[in-house]
């Protein structure tokens, strides 16, 4: 009984929201947008989104949640670099960024080609280090908290014209790249033995998968900053991996997660004036979390109902809920 | 007596092969097959034919090089020695063999039905970029309804019984259109009726001609199931041939060393494991038979 209070107290507070929202469409959704700054934060946060939803599939899929956020940390040195260097001219930390990622993606499967050392003590090792040799090299830099901050938890404020560039091409290249390989992607993550006797280039596409890896990140370090990078990559797949059992459709509602977070994060972060990067993060956990809490309710549902043997018609094996194609 | 029984039994299992065999070539020719990890040699001169449709069973204990001898067999060791498959060195062909490994590293939570599984072994037809065409989708179809799996093509992969993922391997295997399959323990924490089922799809590759290496240390069945038996212990081949000349007390012993011993009981024989096996089997299922059994009607003199 209290169950459905609750539920429809949260109905009730949606149908309000949604209420206040239509009501005041142009003041909280569009006015945002009138400013070129605002609105070019949205399309990358959106970009963003939408790529790291596609990548971070593979990501859960292979249990790279610790590579991913190692990934991110390790593309400090690069960024460190050229912001020594580039007096706050952002798209140059992109390409800084972007060597740094590929070549620690590399350095990484190069370090974990062989089974000699296990690849989560590897990466603890060399991508620990590398952050610290970034920290190391920023701590240099005279106003050191506040452009070390900036580069840990994003500054979507500063996106550039020239940025929002960058993030659309690399986006579109990682999405490509993703859709060409997509049957050999899928097989080297679920069977690389099978893939190694049909003589598939396996230690290739690994390589090409971290690099892709490598350029989401870089792609979204601006939007939520090294720190809260593996959230994105891990909570918009995790949520679309509650809802399907096909790698296709899991990328798709990956990044339709992903979008939704960057879209929302962005308006919350707006109004409510808190940090981008947070709001985002933040949004895509609350979906996770109402996805997730919803499974397990209909699956006790299913269970008292099954106690009861109402579904004994149900043939045995079979889950309370087959998901449907 | 040892030494004698390594040299002289693999040429008398030849002529014992040699004598039924069909005149066409053979599907899959094996010529002094050798092959190891890390330079580290763990087979041995390995030699023998088989012929389309035919069913070979390899028998040795964990450790004789059965699964060493099929990844060599695949290309995923490097090898020395010549396979053939119909006649052309396996390179040209590798599709034509179809491995079933014993997975046990595979994500059985990884969101993939078993048609997607199944239309993997497509992927060198399909080729790079490519999406798969009609005779893709047909050779999926025709792979899933021999296994008898074409019902359940929509199920995630881990909602399948342990026997029901073999069937599906197989598939696999089939879709790939290889002539030869390659079968790794495939009855390992599998029950009698899901080990009855996977029987029966191999009698449908055996109408069809396709030859079946499977790798077994159930004996018992070797001895019924098999039109050869290739026996292996210590990366050796100790004996290939038909199944009655093959099967004899001094080749088992050979073969299982003193975990197993055989007393003559009347007119067969019976088999007695003289020694716990749990701590050399990761599967905790026995090499021989804990009790004493009569061995099947074949073995029978």
Redesign the interface.
Known sequence: MGSWMTALGIWGALRDGWAVLAANFETLVLEPLRYPLLARSLEAAIVVGIVSGVVGTYVV?R?MAFFGDALAHAILPGVAFMYQRANGRTDDLFWGGLVAGVLSALGIGWLTRHERIKEDTAIGVVFAAMFALGIAMISRIDNYAGDLSHILFGQILGVSAGDLRLIVIFGALVLAVVA??Y??F??I???P????????PVELFRLLLLVLIGVTIVVSLQTVGIALMVALLVTPAATA?LM????LP?MLISALIGAASSIVGFYVSYHGDVATGPAIVLTATSIFLFVFVEQQIRQRLGFIVRLHGLRETAPA???AF??E? | MAERLFEALPADAHEVAAADCTPSAPVLAVQNLSAGYNGKPVLQNVSFDVYAGQRVGIIGPNGAGKSTLFKALVGLLPHQGEISIQGAPCRQSHTMIGYVPQYEAIDWKFPVTVWDVVMMGRARQIGYVLLPRRRDREAVRQALERVGMWALRKRQIGELSGGQRRRVFIARALAQRANVLLLDEPFTGVDAQAEADIYEVLDVLRDEGIAVLLATHNLVQAATHFDRLLLMNGGRMLAFGDPQAVYTPQLLAETFGDRIALWRDGDGYVMVADKPCHDHDAHGDHHAPAHPQPVPEAVRE
């Open positions: 899929v249990g060409l390989f049957k050999e899928l097989i993550s679920f069977d033995m099978l893939a190694r006797t049909l003589r598939l991996n399907t059992h096909r790698l899991m094996g079979q889950p087959p998901h194609h």
